[in-house]
């Protein structure tokens, strides 16, 4: 999408919410932005990105940096009856998603647009468990007044199934995945009905959408660059590196004309903003790699600059083992049904889910089951591919590498092929084709796992906590610097991650504004 066309786009937006509320001033002219100083500066307007700016621009000044273009305007995201469809349209510097290959030949996708990959996703969402929010050791009443502050502005309760939809319930619960529990946010055992980012007229609620909720007018959101890397400096005489801003890029233009932006100076309490990394699970390592914050000799290997030997940044990268089964399954007028339903077994260690989706944009659509593995064992690593900051970084997921995840895989295959058999399957599809056929052998089931993997984009780590940033996510090491994204986490949260991460994007502003608060109580500016 040119530039000229996302002007327009973000024109049609402004207008559209005019009268409705305020929203922060966005522009894809780099010139705007370079030179200038903010309090805060968030790199990537994603999932995690935008709460967090809307919350921090409650007291300060944030620029928030996204690598894509304005979302609004465009029916491919805004509308459900178009899910899918960017997926059907990438290149290589400015599709909203963008296409990679695991070094295990799994395709998968990352979003390249203000909202990031919500803004292209199924749009499931459903909260992290109890055990998740004991695990990462955060506030319970913080966690639960964050997924509240979210919901309110994000979120619908679906107010009718599709008959694609009601069928998948009922052959979940054929299957054994028991009790039914209806509707719920909350992460329980069992056939559930979600709640999900596509309103009831059937328009997607964005991550972006959150941004007025903060201070528009201390919010600068600069669209079409995209960063290259984190700008240090020396604190005293010290070794010690403290975060001064960011160098970045326009998206679509040369790599080597390049541009600035700066934290603010600190007053007399002494107390800085930062830098923080919301750029994804791939977005966040790789700009630390390219910053020069990273395994020694991997960094030696493209020439980039040593700030920090960092051993954990691109480690402990997992994707969560997904099976697809087909169902044959022939609408008469087909359009994109994108998961309203989830099946969670196996005390919390498969997730079963359902979709309708296009596979070309003449109107072919397929209709499937996926499981994922809730919890791998198998985990991979994330390397550089090159110090241009557009292309993808080389990431390694390391599928079924551990027994245990394979004979996990056997079960959620199985779990799969049992709701494929069901009743209701058979019912909507008016045949008897699947209930006839026969189980698969274990043998079958394992080769199944082996040679059909796919994803359904929950991948993390790669900066995880306790490794490369602490319990506040900072980066060990070196000040002003935070992440705060998925790629902190051990694991995928929930069904879908969505919810947590954006949950997490206004839990840990809040925390960041009350540190704040803290440091000027107790060094008061004189």
């Not at 541009?259 to 007399?268: M, S, V």
């Not at 000799?297 to 051993?311: A, G």
């Not at 079963?352 to 593995?373: D, H, M, R």
């Not at 879908?496 to 803290?518: H, W």
Request: hydrophobic share 35%; glycine share 10%; aromatic share 10%.
């Amino acid at each position: 999408m040119g530039f000229s066309l996302h002007l327009l786009l973000l024109f049609v937006h402004l207008a559209i919410c005019s009268s409705e509320q305020t929203f922060p001033y966005m522009t894809s002219n780099v010139k705007e932005v370079a030179g200038r100083s903010f309090d805060y500066i968030v790199v990537g307007g994603g999932t995690a990105g935008c709460p967090l700016a809307a919350t921090l621009s409650e007291k300060f000044s944030v620029l928030l940096v996204e690598r894509g273009g304005s979302p609004y305007g465009d029916p491919f995201i805004l509308e459900e009856k178009y899910f899918g469809f960017p997926f059907l349209q990438t290149n290589e510097y400015t599709s909203v998603a963008q296409s990679f290959v695991s070094t295990d030949g799994v395709p998968s996708f990352r979003g390249r647009v203000l909202g990031g990959s919500a803004a292209i996703n199924a749009g499931f969402y459903g909260r992290a468990s109890k055990d998740f929010v004991k695990k990462v050791g955060w506030s319970n009443e913080g966690v639960k007044d964050a997924y509240e502050w979210v919901e309110s502005r994000f979120i619908s309760k679906p107010d009718h199934l599709t008959p694609w939809s009601h069928a998948v319930e009922f052959s979940f619960l054929e299957a054994g995945i028991l009790p039914y529990n209806g509707f719920s946010l909350e992460h329980i055992q069992g056939t559930k009905i979600g709640a999900t980012s596509f309103d009831n007229q059937g328009r997607r609620h964005l991550p972006a959408d959150l941004l007025p909720a903060g201070n528009p007018s201390k919010i600068t959101v600069l669209l079409n660059a995209t960063v290259d890397k984190v700008i240090f400096q020396r604190t005293g005489t010290t070794d010690e590196k403290i975060a001064r801003g960011i160098r970045f890029i326009k998206s679509d233009g040369s790599s080597h004309q390049t541009y600035e932006a700066y934290l603010n100076q600190p007053d007399n309490s002494g107390s800085w903003g930062d830098v923080i990394l919301s750029a994804g699970a791939l977005g966040s390592p790789q700009i630390l790699l390219l910053s020069g914050i990273g395994p020694q000799q991997h960094l030696k290997n493209f020439e980039i600059p040593l700030v920090l030997n960092l051993k954990g940044v691109g480690e402990r990268m997992q994707d969560n083992t997904a099976i697809q089964v087909f169902v044959n399954y022939n609408q008469q007028n087909p359009t994109p049904d994108p998961a309203k339903v989830a099946g969670i077994a196996d005390d919390f260690k498969i997730i079963i889910e359902a979709a309708i989706i296009p596979i070309s944009l003449n109107g072919t659509f397929v209709s499937y089951f996926i499981g994922k593995l809730a919890f791998p064992e198998s985990v991979g690593k994330l390397e550089l591919n090159s110090t241009d900051p557009r292309a993808n970084p080389s990431v390694t997921f390391n599928y079924l590498s551990s027994e245990k995840d394979l004979a996990e895989c056997v079960k959620m295959t199985e779990l799969l092929e049992l709701a494929l058999r069901s009743k209701s399957i058979a019912s909507l599809v008016g045949s008897n084709e699947y209930r006839n056929k026969p189980m698969p052998t274990k043998d079958e089931l394992q080769k199944l796992c082996k040679t059909t993997i796919s994803t359904i984009w929950h991948y993390h780590g790669g900066c995880t906590v306790g490794s490369v940033v602490d319990k506040n996510y900072r980066v060990y090491g070196v000040k002003g610097l935070r992440v705060i994204d998925g790629s902190t986490f051990l694991e995928s949260p929930g069904t879908n991650p969505m919810a947590t991460v954006l949950m997490l994007g206004r839990y840990q502003g809040l925390k960041i504004l009350q540190e704040r608060k803290d440091a000027s109580f107790i060094n008061p500016i004189t």
